[in-house]
């Protein structure tokens, strides 16, 4: 028994176990996937698109269940059970605070005062507690200018801000976020990279979907990288994902790429996202 | 088919609220338990969607376009109950914010379009669609017909609550006091329409809509696999959708059939039936003394009083059955005609294995790379697709009204500092004094309100008085100009235009039209301020305070939120098409696009619906809207609620000694 060790010093915050995920139309999400979180950490989720991550945070967030296999949230399961009883679905929710790839999906109050107060005045807080946190977690974001304004008045970056704003005002453990770079210009994804690195020095946990590998070793200390088969091809500290090329190409996340600069033709891993040059000459101008 | 306010009767609207109440009722009980936590966010996905596809222009016969209403297609995708509170959200905000239909009117306006229509619509779906499967052309061809039907069963009974104003609510002189046409005039001008124009364009959309759904995969509803239990209860189901389609089908009939005692209205008749509405016994004078000159004010509907008695029922039975089965016929040829064409699409669509393109040097075809500037710039997308052009304009400026509706009400005036149910309450009470009010200085005195509280709120007069004229009179005009002549309104002439036959401009005339004018734009300009002058989500604050229930606030709020997602989409997808436009689009193929662009919309709808499904669980919400607190009422605000309540009650009451 896991918990009886001594040596086991953390129980794991999650903890999947061979789990499968199908659609409704039986198509596979997930194969066989099972890892583990530890409290505190920072998990990537690494594959290209279609692999399944997506769906494995929405597990993880107690969203969908798989088919098979056992996940297991704050030591105990996760179950359809568990979480249509709104008693303990609340504890769990309160726990786990999720930031959705689609902020539009994720703003659906009428004003960003409101969709920061949901989740506190669904939690039960008192009027003067939710007046508290919306205005805190607004400074603490820089959104206090946009609490009267409605979700279709405000920019991508800010959607994104007001996304992150409303899943901490729950004050969660852990964080599960989809995709949190993708629509944030440089200087937005440097101010997000900052939140997270507070957010982590007070201890707390980020599960992250990815498939950026320019931020990936900035917001993780674990990666999981995934094959397009929905498997796992292997969970390695985010230090020695540089040093793994041939990995990633494996997964198809980054590939063996033609190039043609004029008459020369090289080849050379190329990685999405990742900025690089070439030092051949540029071959003269041809007329047609 | 929206109704303004003004031109029915407040006993009307309040008849049709009350009316309205328990289906809402109902309809809400139904999906809280089909639908469970999930309700709010998928009812306000759906109602959002309802009122983008409103917004769509489809070409009709004619070079005309039309508006699909939608309501069968939401009942066939989402169910009639689901349709029934879609369809009535979406009406909600077009009333508020579009001056799209009354706001007392919005009752009759939810009985026609969220509930004959859909109703009757899908009744008529279920029995053409019969057993058939999810996939078959038949449910598709189903479809086509029910909505045909629900659109001209609700467009009748449009003409129906129009028709019966001038029987039933008239002055003393025997003017009408709401809507001035008979059931002889409304009727059949709003069939007409129906059946020639928005009906055939909104069933050959919805028949389109509902074969994408089935090439998707989606289950529509009630087409469940699992058969056994839900046939029984879909048995069920139709025997009940048959009962509510024989009586909303027989009641206009019955109305009509009553004709004779209409056509002939005497003094005598007009007493009793004053007697039962108002408990009081008199004959207006006005009647008697054009009875003594020997006019028949409502003679022209004896017509309709023959056809209608009890001699000629069989008749106009065996009318109504030839009609339909004669639609039924033109449909199924066109729905046949629809299916080839599309298989031809698919041939069309087949990549040709012997076509396959010759690859240039670069790995583009080489089609790709030559330019075909010559041949494209004479072509342009322009006035010959106003299809396409009317839907992206209003697709363009329903967008800029949604995002500009808190323009002037954030700023600081008079109106903007008062707590926003004050003023929903007080607007409220000016709005049904305006309605109820017969009395040019009455509505005059409300319209020099409205322009003083605007001036004084710091939103431009002139802003104001074009959205009311804009929204008003288009309806009203169409109907009120007519009214001015001596063939509806007899009197004296003050100007003559033709002798033989006699046409004039009479005293009578002009000044029913000014009243029905009037009175329209008086309780259009209410409105109007009210959402010019509050945020959106304040006012949602002031209907939660009135003790408008919160499941409904909260739908209200999440359709409005998701209007401008889907506007957005809409928009970009007539923009793709528009960019990809070269030349004239047929009308058939133009249908096609707004077909399969009312599907696409749907499927990334019901994919946003089950990301803000997951959005909001994950927050903690478990089916229970919960809200903070509301604000308190100043004394400023107590102070302006008795100005309005003794204002409207001095004018109602001025009104009726002077008057």
């Given at each position: 028994?896991?918990?009886?060790?001594?040596?086991?010093?953390?129980?794991?915050?999650?903890?999947?176990?061979?789990?499968?995920?199908?659609?409704?139309?039986?198509?596979?999400?997930?194969?066989?996937?099972?890892?583990?979180?530890?409290?505190?950490?920072?998990?990537?989720?690494?594959?290209?698109?279609?692999?399944?991550?997506?769906?494995?945070?929405?597990?993880?967030?107690?969203?969908?269940?798989?088919?098979?296999?056992?996940?297991?949230?704050?030591?105990?399961?996760?179950?359809?059970?568990?979480?249509?009883?709104?008693?303990?679905?609340?504890?769990?929710?309160?726990?786990?605070?999720?930031?959705?790839?689609?902020?539009?999906?994720?703003?659906?109050?009428?004003?960003?005062?409101?969709?920061?107060?949901?989740?506190?005045?669904?939690?039960?807080?008192?009027?003067?507690?939710?007046?508290?946190?919306?205005?805190?977690?607004?400074?603490?974001?820089?959104?206090?200018?946009?609490?009267?304004?409605?979700?279709?008045?405000?920019?991508?970056?800010?959607?994104?801000r007001v996304a992150l704003a409303c899943t901490l005002a729950t004050n969660p453990d852990?964080?599960?976020?989809?995709?949190?770079?993708?629509?944030?210009?440089?200087?937005?994804?440097?101010?997000?990279?900052?939140?997270?690195?507070?957010?982590?020095?007070?201890?707390?946990?980020?599960?992250?979907?990815?498939?950026?590998?320019?931020?990936?070793?900035?917001?993780?200390?674990?990666?999981?990288?995934?094959?397009?088969?929905?498997?796992?091809?292997?969970?390695?500290?985010?230090?020695?994902?540089?040093?793994?090329?041939?990995?990633?190409?494996?997964?198809?996340?980054?590939?063996?790429?033609?190039?043609?600069?004029?008459?020369?033709?090289?080849?050379?891993?190329?990685?999405?996202?990742?900025?690089?040059?070439?030092?051949?000459?540029?071959?003269?101008?041809?007329?047609? | 088919?929206?109704?303004?306010?003004?031109?029915?009767?407040?006993?009307?609207?309040?008849?049709?609220?009350?009316?309205?109440?328990?289906?809402?009722?109902?309809?809400?009980?139904?999906?809280?338990?089909?639908?469970?936590?999930?309700?709010?966010?998928?009812?306000?996905?759906?109602?959002?969607?309802?009122?983008?596809?409103?917004?769509?222009?489809?070409?009709?016969?004619?070079?005309?376009?039309?508006?699909?209403?939608?309501?069968?297609?939401?009942?066939?995708?989402?169910?009639?109950?689901?349709?029934?509170?879609?369809?009535?959200?979406?009406?909600?905000?077009?009333?508020?914010?579009?001056?799209?239909?009354?706001?007392?009117?919005?009752?009759?306006?939810?009985?026609?379009?969220?509930?004959?229509?859909?109703?009757?619509?899908?009744?008529?779906?279920?029995?053409?669609?019969?057993?058939?499967?999810?996939?078959?052309?038949?449910?598709?061809?189903?479809?086509?017909?029910?909505?045909?039907?629900?659109?001209?069963?609700?467009?009748?009974?449009?003409?129906?609550?129009?028709?019966?104003?001038?029987?039933?609510?008239?002055?003393?002189?025997?003017?009408?006091?709401?809507?001035?046409?008979?059931?002889?005039?409304?009727?059949?001008?709003?069939?007409?329409?129906?059946?020639?124009?928005?009906?055939?364009?909104?069933?050959?959309?919805?028949?389109?809509?509902?074969?994408?759904?089935?090439?998707?995969?989606?289950?529509?509803?009630?087409?469940?696999?699992?058969?056994?239990?839900?046939?029984?209860?879909?048995?069920?189901?139709?025997?009940?959708?048959?009962?509510?389609?024989?009586?909303?089908?027989?009641?206009?009939?019955?109305?009509?059939?009553?004709?004779?005692?209409?056509?002939?209205?005497?003094?005598?008749?007009?007493?009793?039936?004053?007697?039962?509405?108002?408990?009081?016994?008199?004959?207006?004078?006005?009647?008697?003394?054009?009875?003594?000159?020997?006019?028949?004010?409502?003679?022209?509907?004896?017509?309709?009083?023959?056809?209608?008695?009890?001699?000629?029922?069989?008749?106009?039975?065996?009318?109504?059955?030839?009609?339909?089965?004669?639609?039924?016929?033109?449909?199924?040829?066109?729905?046949?005609?629809?299916?080839?064409?599309?298989?031809?699409?698919?041939?069309?669509?087949?990549?040709?294995?012997?076509?396959?393109?010759?690859?240039?040097?670069?790995?583009?075809?080489?089609?790709?790379?030559?330019?075909?500037?010559d041949e494209a710039s004479h072509l342009s997308a322009g006035k010959n697709n106003p299809?396409?052009?009317?839907?992206?304009?209003?697709?363009?400026?329903?967008?800029?009204?949604?995002?500009?509706?808190?323009?002037?009400?954030?700023?600081?005036?008079?109106?903007?500092?008062?707590?926003?149910?004050?003023?929903?309450?007080?607007?409220?009470?000016?709005?049904?004094?305006?309605?109820?009010?017969?009395?040019?200085?009455?509505?005059?005195?409300?319209?020099?309100?409205?322009?003083?509280?605007?001036?004084?709120?710091?939103?431009?007069?002139?802003?104001?008085?074009?959205?009311?004229?804009?929204?008003?009179?288009?309806?009203?005009?169409?109907?009120?100009?007519?009214?001015?002549?001596?063939?509806?309104?007899?009197?004296?002439?003050?100007?003559?235009?033709?002798?033989?036959?006699?046409?004039?401009?009479?005293?009578?005339?002009?000044?029913?039209?000014?009243?029905?004018?009037?009175?329209?734009?008086?309780?259009?300009?209410?409105?109007?301020?009210?959402?010019?002058?509050?945020?959106?989500?304040?006012?949602?604050?002031?209907?939660?305070?009135?003790?408008?229930?919160?499941?409904?606030?909260?739908?209200?709020?999440?359709?409005?939120?998701?209007?401008?997602?889907?506007?957005?989409?809409?928009?970009?997808?007539?923009?793709?098409?528009?960019?990809?436009?070269?030349?004239?689009?047929?009308?058939?193929?133009?249908?096609?696009?707004?077909?399969?662009?009312?599907?696409?919309?749907?499927?990334?709808?019901?994919?946003?619906?089950?990301?803000?499904?997951?959005?909001?669980?994950?927050?903690?919400?478990?089916?229970?809207?919960?809200?903070?607190?509301?604000?308190?009422?100043?004394?400023?605000?107590?102070?302006?609620?008795?100005?309005?309540?003794?204002?409207?009650?001095?004018?109602?009451?001025?009104?009726?000694?002077?008057?």
């Amino acid at each position: 028994m896991a918990s009886s060790d001594p040596s086991v010093a953390v129980l794991p915050l999650f903890k999947l176990t061979d789990v499968t995920f199908r659609y409704a139309d039986g198509q596979v999400a997930l194969n066989g996937i099972s890892f583990a979180v530890r409290p505190g950490e920072r998990v990537a989720l690494l594959g290209a698109n279609g692999c399944g991550k997506s769906t494995l945070l929405k597990i993880l967030g107690g969203l969908q269940y798989p088919a098979s296999g056992q996940v297991e949230g704050f030591g105990e399961p996760l179950t359809a059970a568990r979480l249509d009883n709104e008693e303990t679905a609340q504890i769990f929710r309160r726990r786990v605070g999720f930031v959705f790839q689609n902020s539009d999906a994720q703003l659906f109050s009428p004003t960003v005062a409101d969709e920061l107060a949901f989740g506190p005045v669904h939690m039960g807080l008192s009027a003067a507690e939710v007046e508290e946190r919306v205005s805190s977690v607004a400074a603490l974001t820089g959104i206090e200018h946009l609490l009267a304004r409605a979700p279709f008045q405000i920019s991508g970056g800010e959607k994104k801000r007001v996304a992150l704003a409303c899943t901490l005002a729950t004050n969660p453990d852990v964080i599960l976020m989809d995709e949190p770079t993708a629509a944030l210009d440089p200087r937005a994804q440097t101010w997000l990279l900052d939140l997270l690195l507070k957010l982590h020095d007070v201890g707390k946990t980020f599960i992250i979907a990815t498939h950026d590998l320019e931020t990936v070793s900035q917001i993780a200390d674990t990666v999981v990288v995934f094959r397009e088969d929905h498997t796992i091809a292997a969970v390695l500290p985010a230090s020695q994902l540089e040093s793994n090329m041939k990995l990633l190409v494996q997964v198809n996340l980054v590939h063996d790429h033609l190039h043609r600069h004029g008459s020369t033709l090289h080849s050379h891993p190329h990685g999405h996202g990742v900025e690089h040059t070439h030092d051949h000459e540029e071959p003269p101008h041809q007329e047609v | 088919m929206h109704i303004p306010d003004g031109v029915l009767s407040p006993s009307t609207c309040a008849a049709a609220a009350a009316v309205m109440v328990p289906i809402w009722w109902t309809a809400a009980r139904k999906l809280k338990t089909t639908l469970g936590a999930k309700q709010l966010p998928v009812l306000a996905l759906g109602s959002a969607f309802c009122f983008t596809i409103m917004m769509f222009n489809v070409p009709a016969p004619g070079g005309t376009t039309a508006h699909p209403v939608a309501g069968t297609l939401l009942a066939i995708l989402l169910g009639p109950w689901a349709a029934i509170i879609g369809v009535s959200t979406a009406i909600a905000i077009q009333a508020l914010f579009f001056g799209d239909g009354g706001v007392l009117a919005y009752g009759a306006n939810s009985f026609t379009m969220a509930f004959v229509l859909p109703m009757v619509g899908y009744a008529v779906y279920r029995l053409v669609a019969g057993k058939s499967s999810n996939a078959s052309n038949r449910r598709a061809l189903a479809a086509g017909v029910g909505s045909f039907v629900g659109i001209n069963t609700a467009a009748s009974i449009v003409g129906v609550l129009l028709g019966i104003q001038p029987l039933l609510f008239r002055d003393a002189s025997g003017h009408p006091l709401y809507f001035p046409f008979g059931l002889n005039i409304t009727v059949p001008s709003m069939l007409a329409a129906h059946l020639l124009l928005a009906g055939p364009a909104e069933a050959i959309v919805t028949a389109m809509v509902v074969r994408y759904m089935q090439r998707t995969g989606y289950t529509l509803y009630g087409c469940a696999t699992e058969a056994t239990a839900d046939q029984n209860r879909s048995r069920r189901w139709e025997s009940l959708w048959v009962g509510i389609l024989a009586m909303i089908a027989l009641s206009p009939l019955g109305l009509i059939a009553q004709g004779d005692a209409f056509g002939e209205w005497n003094a005598e008749d007009i007493r009793k039936v004053i007697f039962k509405v108002t408990g009081q016994s008199f004959v207006p004078k006005g009647m008697a003394h054009l009875q003594a000159m020997g006019y028949h004010p409502l003679s022209i509907l004896q017509d309709y009083a023959q056809s209608g008695s009890s001699a000629n029922v069989p008749g106009y039975i065996g009318a109504g059955i030839l009609g339909v089965s004669s639609i039924l016929v033109v449909v199924t040829i066109l729905g046949r005609r629809l299916t080839k064409s599309e298989q031809a699409h698919y041939v069309h669509g087949e990549p040709n294995p012997s076509l396959t393109p010759s690859q240039s040097s670069g790995g583009l075809p080489i089609w790709l790379s030559a330019s075909n500037s010559d041949e494209a710039s004479h072509l342009s997308a322009g006035k010959n697709n106003p299809f396409l052009q009317r839907t992206l304009a209003e697709l363009t400026s329903g967008t800029a009204t949604a995002l500009r509706a808190d323009r002037w009400a954030n700023q600081s005036g008079y109106l903007q500092t008062l707590n926003p149910a004050a003023k929903l309450a007080g607007f409220l009470v000016l709005l049904i004094t305006a309605a109820v009010s017969h009395s040019l200085a009455v509505l005059a005195v409300l319209l020099i309100f409205a322009n003083v509280a605007a001036y004084a709120s710091g939103i431009p007069v002139g802003v104001l008085n074009r959205r009311v004229l804009l929204s008003a009179p288009l309806f009203v005009g169409g109907i009120a100009i007519p009214l001015m002549f001596s063939f509806a309104s007899p009197g004296h002439p003050l100007v003559v235009l033709w002798h033989s036959p006699y046409v004039a401009v009479t005293t009578e005339g002009v000044s029913a039209f000014t009243l029905l004018i009037l009175r329209v734009a008086a309780t259009v300009a209410m409105a109007v301020l009210l959402t010019m002058s509050t945020p959106w989500h304040k006012l949602l604050a002031a209907m939660r305070s009135l003790k408008v229930p919160s499941i409904f606030v909260a739908l209200m709020a999440m359709t409005y939120r998701y209007i401008t997602v889907l506007l957005q989409t809409a928009d970009d997808m007539f923009t793709a098409r528009k960019s990809r436009t070269v030349g004239r689009v047929r009308d058939a193929e133009a249908r096609r696009f707004v077909g399969n662009g009312i599907g696409v919309l749907f499927s990334k709808t019901l994919a946003l619906t089950d990301e803000v499904v997951a959005a909001m669980t994950a927050r903690g919400y478990t089916g229970e809207v919960k809200v903070v607190a509301q604000s308190v009422w100043q004394r400023k605000d107590k102070l302006w609620i008795a100005c309005i309540f003794i204002t409207a009650i001095a004018l109602t009451l001025g009104e009726h000694y002077h008057g």
